[in-house]
């Protein structure tokens, strides 16, 4: 496994798959005998939603939306959506790579809130602790992680690490708690 100088391991692909497979079960659980419309946040779901939809149970769609709210490592806090999605009367689990402010998730609940799913729950698959600016439920929560910039699994840095099949802390990147 290639690691970069710069970056400090954080989750093998086996924790990752591990805990990939724990989510879709109890997801395959909560919606048995439904059909179930994944959305997933791009780009950095698109890795963890790829593996969520392979280890799920049921009938699936997958959609995906773009969502952008960073420059660099930062969060801009204006956060910019785009898609043509139509979910009325469906089943909907929001698939995100990661939850910082959660500025993003909350812009998008809302914004498929407005088009009146049958059901409306998130999924993360890493959380990150005390850097909420607002608050947003998660319903499935892959790990809870320290405030650190991290890397891989879908991912980036300036668009840089997303295809690393492990997640990665940042070395040298700016957090609150440095
Ligand atoms: P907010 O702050 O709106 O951020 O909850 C959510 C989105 O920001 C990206 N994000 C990160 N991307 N490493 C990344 O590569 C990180 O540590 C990180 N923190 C937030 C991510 O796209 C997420 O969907
Ligand atoms: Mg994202």
Redesign the pocket.
Known sequence: MYLPENLELLYTPDQIQQKVIELAEQISIDYVNKELHLVG?L???FIFLADLARALRGQIYVHFLH????AS?Q?T?K?EIRHGLRLKNKHVLLV????????????IIKDIQMQHPASMKVC?F?S?RG???VS?ETDYVGYT?DN?????Y????NEK??ELSYIAY?KD?PSDND
């Open positions: 946040v780009k950095g779901s969502a952008s709210s960073y490592t969060s806090g956060v995100e790579d990661i939850l910082d402010t959660g500025l993003t998730s909350s812009q993360t890493l990150k850097t909420r600016q947003v992680i650190h910039f991290v890397v891989g879908g991912m980036d840095m690490y997303r940042l990147a």
